[in-house]
C-alpha cells in the first residue's frame, strides 16, 4: 500500500536518509527504530509529504505521494503530532472536529451529519468522550495526547504517522495509546508508520522493524529479528542484553548502565556460617540466581530454606535439632573460577538432603543457567552412583539446587558448546559430595 523506493534525502549537501526502501501492507504496524540523528524523523517527514526526495520515490496505492492534492493525501494519511502546537481556546470535542477538515468544500461549512458520526466514533476509540466539553489546556500530557489522536482518526486516515508518540508520556499513558492503536490496526486495517526510540515498547507492538543507523538501513525485518543483541550493541554502542519477555513471546531488550568489577574477585567475597541446625552462604555483592524451586533472581544470601520450597526468597536455614554439614571446594571451568558448597542435613524427623550450591564468576545466558541446572543435576546423581552410599540419602526430597553467577567476567552463552566445562563442572561436583560423604561420622549419625 505504502511504498518507499530507494530514498535520499539530503539537507544541502549532506545525504541523511540513503538508500531507504521498504513497503508497508494495510494493517500493519511498522515501527522505525535507531540512534539520535539517524534520519527517523526526515524519513517521516518525506513520507508526509513535507519534504522534497534528493532520490527515490513514495507511494500510496502505486501513485506519488507529492501528485495527491493535499486534501486527498489528508483524507489516507494523518500525523500525530509530538506535543501540540493547538490553540488552547478551543474543547476537546471542537479540536477533534478539525480532523474533518479535508472532507470540507467551504470554509464556513457546517458538520454533516456523517461528519458527527465520525467524531463520535474518534471519541470513543480514543476514550476521551468524557472530558470532551473541557478546554484543552485543564488536561494532563496523556489526555491532550490522546485528543491529538482521536483528531488524526478524524481524518479517517489509511495511513497514521507517529514520531516519538510517547515522548511526553508516562507508563501507563504510553501503554494505553499503542494499545488504541493496535486494536485499530487490527479491527479497523489501520497502517501506523511509528518511529520509537524505547525498543522495549518496539519490540511490544511493532509487527515489523525498520533498524536505521547514519541514513542507512541496517536491518529491516519482523521484530523478533531485528531484536539481534550483537546488532543492537554496535548500533546503539551501549551493553544491551536480549531476554525473551516472561509472559508474552516477544524479545525484552535490557541495558547495563555501568561497568562492574569482577575478574574472580566476587567469588572470594563468598563466606559460610555454619553453626548447628544453621546454615548461609553471604556475600557483599549481588548473584543472580536460578533454583530447582524455580525461583530466580537476585540475592546476597543463600541457606537452606523452608522458604525454597515456597518459591520465596532464600535465607537462613535453622530447624532445632538439625545437623549441617558443609563443605566447600574452589574448581574452575575454563579460565572462571568456580565455588562449590555442598550441605548435608540431617534431622531425626527426616532423611538426609544433600544441597548443593554453585557460584559461577561469569556472565551466564538463560540458557546457560538452565543448562548449568541439568548439569550439576546430571551430576549430583552420577556421583551417588559412584560413591555408592546412599544409604540415608533419600532422593525425592525438597534438596536445593542453586546455580548463582556473579554476571561479571567471562561470557558463557553455552555450557554444551564446550565438552571441557561440561567435565569440569561435573567434576567439581563429584569431588564435593566425595569430601561431604567422607565425613563418616556424620552419615553414621
Ligand atoms: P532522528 O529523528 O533519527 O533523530 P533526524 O532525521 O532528526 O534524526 O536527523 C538526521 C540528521 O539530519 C541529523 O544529523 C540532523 O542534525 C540533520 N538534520 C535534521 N533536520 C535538519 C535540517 N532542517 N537542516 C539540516 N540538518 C538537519
Ligand atoms: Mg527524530
Redesign the pocket.
Known amino acids: 500500500m505504502l511504498k518507499v523506493e530507494h530514498v535520499s534525502i539530503q539537507?544541502?549537501e549532506?545525504k541523511?536518509?540513503n538508500d531507504i526502501s521498504f513497503e508497508v501492507p494495510k494493517g500493519e504496524f511498522f515501527g522505525?527504530v535507531?540512534?539520535?540523528?539517524?534520519?527517523?524523523?526526515?524519513?517521516?517527514?518525506a513520507i508526509n509529504g513535507s519534504l522534497k526526495l534528493a532520490q527515490g520515490s513514495i507511494t500510496l496505492h502505486g501513485k506519488n505521494i507529492s501528485s495527491y492534492p493535499s486534501k486527498e493525501l489528508a483524507k489516507r494519511m494523518a500525523v500525530l503530532p509530538q506535543m501540540s502546537e493547538l490553540s488552547f481556546h478551543y474543547d476537546v470535542r471542537e479540536i477533534v472536529s478539525l480532523g474533518r477538515y479535508p472532507y470540507q468544500k467551504g470554509w464556513l461549512q457546517q458538520l454533516t451529519k456523517k461528519d458527527e458520526e465520525v467524531i463520535e466514533q474518534a471519541l470513543i476509540d480514543t476514550n476521551i468522550q468524557s472530558f470532551q466539553h473541557k478546554l484543552l489546556h485543564t488536561l494532563s500530557g496523556g489526555e491532550r495526547q490522546r485528543v491529538l489522536l482521536a483528531r488524526a482518526l478524524a481524518q479517517q486516515p489509511e495511513v497514521l504517522l507517529l514520531?516519538?508518540p510517547t515522548n511526553h508520556l508516562d507508563l501507563s499513558h504510553q501503554m494505553s495509546l499503542l494499545n488504541a492503536l493496535k486494536n485499530l490496526t487490527e479491527e479497523t486495517g489501520l497502517t501506523v508508520i511509528a518511529?520509537l526510540h524505547d525498543l522495549n515498547l518496539a519490540s511490544l507492538y511493532c509487527d515489523r522493524l525498520l533498524l536505521?543507523d547514519d541514513?542507512r538501513e541496517v536491518d529491516l525485518a519482523d521484530t523478533n529479528l531485528v531484536m539481534n543483541e550483537v546488532q543492537l550493541k554496535k548500533v546503539y554502542n551501549a551493553s544491551i542484553q536480549r531476554y525473551e519477555h516472561p509472559s508474552i513471546a516477544k524479545p525484552l531488550i535490557t541495558l547495563e548502565p555501568f561497568e562492574k568489577e569482577g575478574g574472580n574477585k566476587l567469588i572470594n567475597s563468598l563466606y559460610i556460617s555454619e553453626k548447628e541446625g544453621y546454615f548461609e552462604i553471604e556475600s557483599e555483592h549481588m548473584w543472580k540466581f536460578y533454583s530447582n524451586f524455580s525461583n530466580s533472581g537476585w540475592s546476597q544470601s543463600f541457606g537452606l530454606n523452608e522458604a525454597n520450597a515456597k518459591g520465596e526468597q532464600l535465607g537462613v536455614f535453622s530447624i532445632e535439632g538439625t545437623i549441617v554439614k558443609s563443605i566447600q571446594l574452589k574448581a574452575s571451568i575454563g579460565t572462571t573460577e568456580i565455588l562449590v558448597v555442598g550441605s548435608l542435613e540431617q534431622s531425626k524427623q527426616q532423611n538426609s538432603k544433600l544441597h548443593l550450591f554453585v557460584f559461577i564468576e561469569g556472565v551466564l545466558s538463560e540458557r546457560a543457567f538452565s543448562q548449568a541446572l541439568i548439569l550439576v543435576t546430571e551430576a549430583k546423581t552420577s556421583a551417588f552412583l559412584s560413591v555408592g552410599n546412599q544409604k540415608s540419602l533419600v532422593q525425592g526430597n525438597p534438596e536445593s539446587l542453586v546455580i548463582a553467577a556473579s554476571q561479571t567476567g567471562e561470557t558463557m552463552n553455552d555450557f554444551y558448546q564446550k565438552k571441557m566445562v561440561h567435565l569440569e563442572l561435573a567434576e567439581a561436583i563429584t569431588q564435593t559430595m566425595n569430601s561431604l560423604f567422607a565425613k563418616e561420622e556424620f552419615l553414621e549419625c
Open positions: 539537507y544541502h549532506r541523511v536518509v522505525i535507531g540512534p539520535n540523528g539517524s534520519g527517523k524523523s526526515t524519513l517521516m517527514n514520531d516519538e518511529v536505521m541514513g
